[in-house]
Each structure stands twice: as structure tokens, then as C-alpha cells.
């Protein structure tokens, strides 16, 4: 938590209607992500293509992507999977491979310019592609150490002569590589599909499509084939909508997790923790109301942990201090109102014996709170950094404490603008809170829209929300390996 602390107190118009023919599809990616060759282009859309066009083609196909966290079986975050909008993945079901090759010619392009190594750091990728795409010359600018690419088979037959030597390549250029196993999948492409799946590093089972018995038969069917030399065959279920799912799989010996339970709103049990809360709200409350520093120093000298986190951070050698703090009164009077409000307002994220569940949330509020952070002074929305930083923190406060977001409010005096847009009232605030959220649930058509609303250009979007992600990675200061 010190280090928490102190990395954070350092101080379009929206897009026409779904195209109705694949053709149409296809040229739009054309627009968007032109692919490098064999695939015939209309002329009209090779003429619509600008040099200028071309040039926006990173911004404008990072608008699809989808990423969502993978915890391991330490509950920690392992990686992200990488996908496609939802929206646009239905729409490719039962699409000729070069409709498919386009769209994923868009995201490994997307991918490309977002600097994925600094982002994940030890952390995996796992990109979902179809198999037509393993010669795509983009996968090299992709990094090997962190990549797992995951094939999800299309309607096309799958030819075991081709896609062996691909494989073969990839992995030794040091990519490894998985497979979709659903219960659609096996039937279709068995027993080719089977055969693959026993030489991958990696299976993804989509959990939704199968029950108990049939994941643990199917996992003992396919790990007993595998030779010694093979190594370990990770696996990763996805789709899991609630913990039992999570714990099923868990105890089945599955490697890596991922679904939508992680920040359901089902379980209101607030997690443990050391500091008091009660006392860290009223305090935020005191400075807001700008109460004299000698009685907030008292209320928080009577609180014994409290006066601990504060006098230990003020005291850390980051901060470099030649004389030690050894009053509170003091330490606030270094640390000014604005700073001390922050500093209070993240004790609330501080959960003791953090599992999967915590981790992710204080992650993804922290994240939250440095993209609409890195909103500020664009198109509408205020130059106040300090005050985004919070609505975005605070946005999802109930999830991390267990109590609804209202109830939490009437404890607090934040400014009027973030308490209206954390209850729902129209304005700026509200719009840009939107906005994050939208991001995160990969809503492109949201996205769009909002940002417009916001005064400014969707195609930032995917960029700041990334940057956000790796300033939540350095201030949690995550040490899994």
C-alpha cells in the first residue's frame, strides 16, 4: 500500500448503421485497415482510401477492440485477452475467411501501435485470431515472450497439412498458441480439431457450452494423449458468469480464468480491512468543508493504523525527507488539503488479504480514475484533474466496500458536479463517466456517441484507456510473476 500511495500523491461523429452485406463489411475494413495483399478490392473503395486515410488507420481500428483481465490460479491478474467488439464477432459467424482475415488484419494492426510490451510487462496477450490469419505479417510486430495466439476455428474446414508448418514457424519465433474449444467447434471440425488441440500450449474451453462431467472428461481425453516432450497444456476457461462456475474450474485444475463475475454486483460482502473507513469519510468530509487543519490532525492522531499509513509514507525514502515528521499536524501541513484529500480518498482501496475479486476492482477504479484523469480540458469536459481522478475512484467505491453507492454519498461532501454525476444526473461529468464506462464494456456504438457528446474524437479513446491501465499497473506496483 506505501507504494500505492506514493506513485499517486506524486503529483466523430457517431458511426453510420451495421453495413447489411459482408461485401459492404469488407470494404469499410478496407477503409479502415487496409489489408497488405491477395485480397481483392472494389475500385471505389481503393480510390475512397487517402494517403491521409491510411495515415488514421492505427486510431480508427483501435475502436473495436476488446480486452478483457485473466486471473491465474493465485488470483492474480495474468493477462488479457484481446479480442473483437462482441457485436461485430456475432456478425462474422458463418462469413467467408477473407471477411475474417480483414477483421483480424484490423486488430493485430490495432494492436501493433499500442505498445503492448510496456503495457503488459510480465503480463500475457492472448489475441484471438482464426486460423486463416496465422501467415499474417502484423503477428511479428506483435512480442513473443508475451503473446499466446488464439485460434478460433470459422466454418471453413481446417486443413491439418497447412496449419502444422505455421504452427511449427510461430512457435519457434517464439509465439505460443491455443485453441476455442466449444461444444459447436468439437462437433464441427472433429476429429481435426482434437488432433490440434493435443500439440497447443494453450486451450481455451468455453465453459457456457459444456457442464461438469463434459470439461473434465474432455480435459483428461486431451491431456492423456500429449507426450512428455509436449510440456504442460495450459488451460483457460472463459464465460464464467459466477464464482461457483470460477470455483468449479478452480478445483479442476485449470490454469487460467476469465469472465464477467469478477465485478458483478451480486456479492455486496465488503471485504476486509484494516483502516476506518467511517473515520476516512468523515475526514473527507472535514476537508471539503474547509475545517482547520488541527482538528482533522486530531481526528486522525486518535485513530492509531491511520496515523501509522500517513506518518510511514510521509517518512519513506521516496519522498526524501531530511528532518523525519513526527506529528500529524506537521504531516498535513507538508501534504496541503488537496493532497491529503487523495491521499485519504485512496485509504478507502486499501483491502487487506486482497483476493481475485479486490485486485481486479481496485485495478480497474484506478484505471477508471487516470483515464477520466487524462479527459481533462478536452472538448467539454473541465481542466480539473483532481476532481475526474475522484469521480472515477468513487464510481465504484460500493462495489469495493459493500454498500450502495447512494448510502456511501450521504456520508461525504464532494463537490456538487461529482456528487450529481455518481447519482446518475445529466451533465458533463455523468457524460464522461459514461464514457469510461462504455470503454470498458467495449460498447463502440457508446463510445462514439458519448465522445461526441464529450467534444471530442472517439479515436482517442482506446489509447488513453491503455496509458490508464499501465498508471494503475505501476501505482499497485504488482509483483506477480
Given at each position: ?19 447489411a452485406t ?19 478490392r ?38 488479457y ?38 503495457l ?58 491455443g ?10 471440425h ?31 481425453a486431451?491431456?492423456s ?54 473515520l ?8 471539503r468543508t ?15 493504523v491511520?496515523t ?8 519513506s ?47 480497474q ?45 450521504e ?18 461529468y455523468?457524460?464522461a ?16 456517441h458519448?465522445?461526441?457528446?464529450c ?23 504488482l509483483?506477480?510473476?
Open positions: 500500500m506505501l507504494d500505492f500511495l506514493q506513485r499517486l500523491l506524486g503529483r466523430t461523429p457517431k458511426p453510420a448503421p451495421t453495413p459482408p461485401q459492404k463489411q469488407f470494404d469499410t475494413l478496407n477503409q479502415l485497415a487496409p489489408l497488405k495483399s491477395g485480397a481483392p472494389k475500385k471505389e473503395a481503393s480510390r475512397g482510401t487517402s494517403a491521409a486515410a491510411e495515415h488514421k488507420t492505427p486510431s480508427l481500428t483501435a475502436s473495436f477492440v476488446c480486452r478483457e483481465p485473466v486471473l491465474n490460479q493465485r488470483e492474480q491478474i495474468a493477462g485477452t484481446f479480442d473483437l467488439q462482441e457485436g461485430l464477432q456475432t456478425r462474422l459467424q458463418g462469413r467467408q475467411d477473407m471477411l475474417h482475415r480483414a477483421y483480424d488484419d484490423a486488430l493485430l494492426r490495432s494492436l501493433a501501435t499500442l505498445n503492448i510490451p510496456s503488459l510487462e510480465h503480463r500475457l496477450a492472448f489475441v484471438t485470431i482464426t486460423p486463416t490469419s496465422l501467415s499474417n505479417p502484423l503477428l511479428m510486430k506483435l512480442p513473443p515472450k508475451n503473446t499466446v495466439l488464439i485460434l478460433k476455428p470459422s466454418s471453413q474446414p481446417l486443413n491439418i497439412d497447412e496449419l502444422v508448418p505455421q504452427l511449427q514457424a510461430l512457435r519457434k519465433a517464439g509465439f505460443a498458441h485453441w476455442v474449444l466449444s461444444k459447436t467447434t468439437l462437433k464441427e472433429h476429429p481435426s480439431l482434437t488432433q490440434l488441440a493435443i500439440q497447443a500450449d494453450y486451450l481455451q474451453l468455453q465453459v457456457s457450452s459444456f457442464n461438469g462431467r463434459e470439461i473434465e472428461s474432455l480435459h483428461k486431451l491431456t494423449r500429449r507426450s512428455l516432450h509436449q510440456g504442460k497444456l495450459h488451460l483457460l476457461a472463459t464465460e464464467l458468469h459466477s464464482f461457483d462456475e470460477f470455483n468449479l474450474c478452480f478445483h479442476m485444475g485449470f490454469d487460467y480464468f476469465q469472465g464477467h463475475f469478477i465485478t458483478s454486483r451480486e456479492d455486496w460482502h465488503p471485504p476486509k480491512s484494516e483502516i476506518n473507513r467511517v476516512a469519510l468523515k475526514l473527507l468530509n472535514l476537508l474547509d475545517e482547520e487543519l488541527k482538528v482533522i490532525a486530531d481526528q486522525i492522531t486518535a485513530d492509531p491511520m501509522y499509513k500517513l506518518l510511514r509514507y510521509l517518512n525514502p521516496a519522498i526524501g525527507l531530511q528532518t523525519p515528521i513526527l506529528t500529524i499536524d506537521k504531516a498535513l501541513l507538508l501534504l496541503g488539503r488537496e493532497r491529503c484529500f487523495r491521499w485519504l480518498s485512496l485509504l478507502l482501496f486499501d483491502i487487506k488479504q486482497t483476493g481475485f475479486r479486490e485486485r481486479l476492482l481496485i485495478e477504479a484506478l484505471a477508471r480514475a487516470f483515464f477520466l484523469e487524462s479527459l481533462a480540458g478536452l472538448g467539454q469536459v473541465p481542466d480539473r484533474k483532481d476532481e475526474l481522478f475522484i469521480l472515477g475512484l468513487f464510481s465504484m467505491l460500493d462495489l469495493l466496500i459493500g454498500h450502495p453507492l447512494p448510502q456511501l454519498l456520508h461525504t461532501q464532494l463537490p456538487e458536479a461529482i456528487h450529481q454525476a455518481l447519482l446518475g444526473q445529466e451533465g458533463i455523468h457524460t463517466l459514461a464514457l469510461a464506462q462504455a470503454s470498458e464494456a467495449n460498447q463502440s456504438e457508446k463510445i462514439h458519448l465522445a461526441s457528446a467534444g471530442f474524437d472517439a479515436l482517442q479513446i482506446l489509447e488513453r484507456s491503455m496509458e490508464a491501465l499501465s498508471k494503475a499497473h505501476a501505482t499497485m506496483g509483483s506477480e510473476v
